[in-house]
């Protein structure tokens, strides 16, 4: 469960429509017209060999570019805190702190289409993926092969991005659903900003 919800960020109904505007136009219009965001969520997933879904819920918030913070409230609590420069993961119950360079390789993980720079074109392949589960859906693969998943879809509904499923290289397919979605809210900065806890053993590039 940890892993993959790490390989997530280093590197989201009801019956089918048709009337709906297509997926691309809705994407862009979310990404350009996105500057912050705050939602909850519930993350399942799938694994190759279709043992049981493991699930997940919590809180996240994001602001462009590149900071982000991702709570997993259940179940157990884990934080993960893009600041613009650095990523940090941190796990209570290990009390354990990874952290990491966020760099250019951002641009070809999910977060990016959060909390990127709007290059999507230069980092996806995307294409329409038609209508299923009441959403219209945009493919994305992206150009790097050094990413860390090998496809994304990603469904919305009135301009707002309502799901996000993806297949990582051990062939584990994560679906997160996005709850309350709040666009361009005024952010706290203090919530991108992470200092680790006392005693915490830190590892990765301090």
């Known amino acids: 469960m940890r892993t993959c919800k790490v390989l ?5 109904l009801l019956g089918t429509q048709a009337a709906f505007a297509a997926a691309l136009p809705q994407l862009r219009n979310f990404v350009e017209s996105t500057h912050s965001g705050r939602a909850s969520f519930t993350q399942t997933v799938q694994a190759k060999s279709g043992r049981k879904p493991q699930e997940a819920a919590g809180e996240m918030a994001f602001e ?5 913070r991702w709570t997993y ?16 993961i941190y796990d209570r119950d290990l009390n354990q702190v990874s ?11 999910p977060a990016a ?6 290059e999507l074109d230069k980092n996806f392949d995307l294409k329409e993926a038609g209508t299923e ?5 945009v493919e994305a693969q992206p150009k790097s092969n050094e990413s860390s998943f090998n496809w994304m ?19 584990q397919t994560t679906r997160l659903e996005f709850r309350n979605f709040e666009r361009n809210v005024k ?3 203090g919530q991108f900003k992470f200092t680790p806890p006392p005693g915490a053993d830190v590892v990765g590039d301090k």
Do not use: C, H, I
């Not at 462009?64 to 982000?68: A, L, S, V, Y």
């Not at 409230?73 to 940090?88: A, F, H, I, M, S």
């Not at 760099?103 to 070809?108: E, F, P, R």
């Not at 879809?153 to 062939?171: C, I, K, S, T, W």
């Open 8 to 12: 997530f960020l280093s590197a989201l």
């Open 64 to 68: 462009r570019p590149g900071k982000f």
């Open 73 to 88: 409230e259940k179940p157990y609590y884990q934080l993960l805190v893009g600041d613009g420069t650095r990523l940090w």
């Open 99 to 109: 952290v990491k360079k966020l760099g250019d390789a951002l641009g070809s993980t």
């Open 113 to 118: 289409l959060l909390a990127g720079k709007n």
């Open 133 to 137: 589960q009441g959403l219209e859906w």
């Open 153 to 171: 879809r990603l469904g919305f509904a009135d301009n707002q991005l309502r799901v996000m499923e993806l297949r990582d290289q051990f062939g």
């Open 187 to 189: 952010a706290d900065a």
